[in-house]
């Protein structure tokens, strides 16, 4: 089962903060899926981590600039189901912005939603 959904799942995480590394834990630990962190952090100790990708994109970016990045990584997820967590708050009023956009593209969870269900 746990193969099953790694390979289904594409998660993809807003934030580089301790819900973000923990999120990243999880999506390993309990999937075996790696995932694609959204950050404008360094966030030094999740590039270390196997199978993380972390791309640059602040959440200060227009939100025009942010929707091109993540429908770029909807359209490499393939077949997988794009999961979108928001770990870091200050990714909150793009999310609650663009709500609707992103609801026809992705799956989208607050960090502390989806911890609580693991």
Do not use: Q, W
């Not at 289904?8 to 999120?23: K, Q, V």
């Not at 189901?81 to 989208?108: K, M, S």
């Amino acid at each position: 089962m746990r193969e099953a959904l790694g390979d289904c799942l594409f998660p993809i995480i807003l934030g580089a903060n301790t819900e973000a590394h923990t999120c990243v834990r999880h999506m390993e630990k309990k999937y075996g899926v790696g995932s694609t962190v959204l950050t404008g952090k360094r966030a030094l100790t999740l590039r270390f981590l196997p199978d993380v990708r972390v791309i640059s994109a602040p959440p200060t970016l227009s939100d025009e600039v942010l929707l091109a990045i993540l429908l770029d990584l909807d359209a490499e997820c393939g077949l997988r189901l794009p999961l979108l967590i928001e770990c870091d708050r200050a990714y909150g009023e793009f999310v609650a912005r663009n709500h609707r956009t992103l609801e026809a593209h992705f799956i989208v969870r607050h960090a502390e939603d989806l911890l609580r269900e693991m």
